[in-house]
């Protein structure tokens, strides 16, 4: 097969270092990629919403699968785009289906309208204002206001006081996100603990759960300071047991593939379901319509089974009794990155010392080729180090141990990623 990657960040990473590794692959090409994806095969300099230009070389090249990685291209509709033109399958859902990530609103009304456990909600524009305002009143602090549509991981903000949710409310609505703000979705804070669970569905009623992860968002350890797009992961998560996976299969997977049957949406793809524990049972944070990312960077190295059969399968409808199977270790991976993120940092820092890492995966996020060839920064983050243990702490040495070998300046790793999960094990006090 010849297939095309979507994306350039360390899911993208993973997911090719995973395809790279099945029999069925002839030639793997990613777009745009980045510095260390060509690892795994070729960089293309193509945009992944410019679908023009990927419909020339997908004809050229006669792809036969397209790979949606990042969001964006889903949501623009891709997979409508190739379906029209009889062009090559996308693993990757239609524009309907999409909006469970592009449109906070959207999903929010499907699960509420499915019965699919979630926090309570309304959602406001400029003109219902004083109505949000008023909303926010009838809630307990902290206060959750999150942007309708994409906002580059930035749209949701958690506030501390009733003064300040009113003010960001006023803030999104006047265009903070721009257009993805000119409605706003207000909704009760949930306390628990969080997971992400993956389903690779084929629209047919056929799915498959992968290894379940857990994510570290915050820039500062012990979960402080500003929100990042992901500084950790860890695989598999300790308090999702049998039991709590029966409830997320039955309370939230499967009334979520009906619904979207019933919408006559074709979803032939990954959902992402981002859940959290309210003490042990599982509610929806969120939909995203790919893979997460850094979780991507853990799950890879516990899927055993062939991913690209897996999506090849799902894209065109048909899972079958293809198997899914999970290594048992543990694995855990620890996020790089510059300095200063996530708020402005430099670029084009020499990279250094990822030729000596052994016991450890480094997939690549903001990385790039000088024009010298050697390989630098280019992003906040940077590198992901992910490592298999026979548990977290195993695991983490590992990774931590790679990541002191690891150079560029400014580099920042949190060095608290998994601790929460051992002391919950009772291995940390």
């Not at 006081?161 to 009760?188: H, N, P």
Request: proline share 4%.
């Amino acid at each position: 097969m010849k297939v095309i990657l979507l994306g350039s960040g360390g899911r993208e990473s993973a997911l090719a270092w995973k395809m790279k590794q099945s029999p069925l692959l002839e030639k793997l090409y990613i777009a745009p990629g980045n510095g260390g994806t060509d690892a795994f095969g070729t960089n293309v300099a193509i945009s992944p919403t410019d679908f023009e230009a990927l419909a020339e070389f997908v004809d050229r090249e006669g792809i036969d699968l397209i790979v949606a990685g990042n969001e964006d291209p889903l949501v623009a509709g891709l997979a409508d785009f190739f379906k029209a033109k009889g062009g090559p399958a996308v693993c990757g859902p239609c524009r309907a289906g999409a909006a469970l990530e592009g449109s906070k609103d959207f999903a929010k009304r499907f699960m509420e309208a499915n019965g699919i456990p979630t926090a309570c909600y309304r959602s406001f524009t400029a003109d219902t204002i004083e109505e949000g305002y008023r909303f926010l009143e009838e809630l307990k602090a902290p206060y959750v206001l999150k942007a309708d549509g994409l906002a580059a991981g930035k749209g949701v903000l958690i506030l501390p006081t009733l003064d300040e949710a009113k003010e960001s409310l006023r803030e999104m609505l006047s265009g903070m996100f721009g257009k993805s703000s000119a409605t706003v979705v207000i909704e009760e804070f949930l306390s628990g603990i969080e997971c992400s669970v993956f389903v690779l569905t084929d629209g047919h009623g056929g799915y498959r759960v992968l290894p379940v992860a857990k994510d570290y968002k915050r820039i500062g350890e012990g979960d402080t300071g500003l929100n990042t797009g992901g500084m950790g992961a860890v695989s598999p998560v300790p308090f999702a047991d049998d039991t709590f996976m029966e409830k997320v299969r039955t309370r939230i997977i499967l009334p979520t593939l009906d619904g979207l049957k019933r919408e006559g949406i074709d979803y032939r793809g990954f959902i992402f379901l981002g859940l959290i524990s309210v003490e042990g049972e599982p509610m929806v944070i969120e939909y995203n319509v790919r893979m997460g990312d850094p979780e991507t960077e853990a799950v890879m190295l516990r899927v055993d089974s062939d991913l690209l059969q897996l999506m090849n399968a799902a894209a065109h409808g048909d899972l079958g009794d293809l198997e899914l199977k999970e290594n048992p270790q543990t694995a855990v991976t620890v996020m790089m990155v510059s300095g200063g993120y996530p708020g402005s940092y430099p670029k084009g820092k020499e990279i250094t010392g990822l030729d000596i890492v052994s016991d450890s995966i480094a997939f690549h996020a903001g990385t790039s080729r000088g024009d010298d060839g050697r390989l630098v920064t280019s992003g906040g983050r940077v590198i992901s180090v992910s490592s298999l243990g026979s548990d977290i702490a195993e695991a983490l040495d590992r990774s931590y141990r790679s990541i002191a070998g690891i150079d560029f300046e400014g580099k920042y790793s949190r060095r608290d990623i998994g601790r929460d999960l051992m002391k919950l094990q009772g291995i940390e006090k």
